[in-house]
């Protein structure tokens, strides 16, 4: 069966320091993958997602970035944190190849920038 | 652009009453939609989809074309259906979804 791991869990970081929260999927291959901020009041929005291997399409210009160096790793990044970044950062998993399929969610971290 | 949108960010409900939580979509062609929920302590799931054209937990959904709807109802609440509800749609020509801001629905006792 698949999973989907997220790491850290739970981050405090002061501004300006730089992020990396990482993300895996076991138990399937070549997935589609998104990094979501889930925020009280303005829901789920999509922050980058990647069809492949080092492929990635950003969704909203901001202070973050991300990266996939293997087929079933994605990766959150900063190199300088904002107050703003604060929030509840998920990653997410579908099938790829196809188009309407099912999302599948991590646990989810959630960053406090200090 | 594309957009759904769920108007009501809290919904309170009393057990056993009907609930219908509202969602309105703007998408050209067929879209394939979704309602996600997180129950308290939980990962965001799957409730269900319109394709599958179940009903999940007693929860169903259909799919108004000329209303541009998919809202989600239950005849019956639950205590236990307290949770927020995301529905979502694939972007058109796209691998990314579109999600909603949620709903937080709260069955009372």
């Known amino acids: 069966s698949q999973t989907i791991h997220q790491w850290p869990a739970t981050l405090v970081q002061p501004v300006g320091s730089p992020l990396s929260l990482e993300c895996t999927v076991e138990?399937?291959?070549?997935?589609?993958l998104y990094w979501y901020r889930q925020a009280a009041g303005r829901g789920l929005q999509l922050l980058f997602y990647?069809?492949?291997?080092?492929?990635i399409s950003s969704e909203v210009p901001q202070n973050l970035s991300a990266s996939r160096p293997q087929d079933r790793q994605f990766i959150l990044s900063s190199k300088k944190l904002l107050l703003s970044d604060s929030g509840f950062y998920l990653c997410a998993w579908s099938r790829g190849q196809g188009r309407r399929e099912t999302q599948y969610f991590g646990p989810g971290t959630r960053l406090l920038v200090l | 652009a594309q957009r759904v949108t769920q108007p009501e960010k809290l919904l309170s409900v009393f057990k056993g009453a009907p609930v219908e939580l509202k969602c309105n979509y703007s998408?050209?062609?067929?879209?394939?939609l979704f309602w996600y929920v997180q129950y308290s302590r939980q990962r965001l799931q799957l409730l269900l989809r319109?394709?599958s054209r179940e009903s999940i937990k007693g929860f169903t959904a259909d799919l108004n074309k000329g209303e541009t709807s998919f809202h989600l109802k239950k005849p019956f609440a639950q205590e236990e259906d307290s949770a927020m509800y995301y529905c979502?749609?694939?972007?058109?020509?796209?691998?990314?979804?579109?999600f909603g801001t949620g709903t937080r629905l709260k069955v009372l006792a």
């Open positions: 138990g399937t291959s070549n997935p589609n």
């Open positions: 998408y050209s062609g067929s879209p394939e």
């Open positions: 979502a749609h694939e972007g058109s020509g796209t691998y990314k979804y579109i």
């Open positions: 990647s069809v492949g291997i080092g492929q």
């Open positions: 319109h394709i």
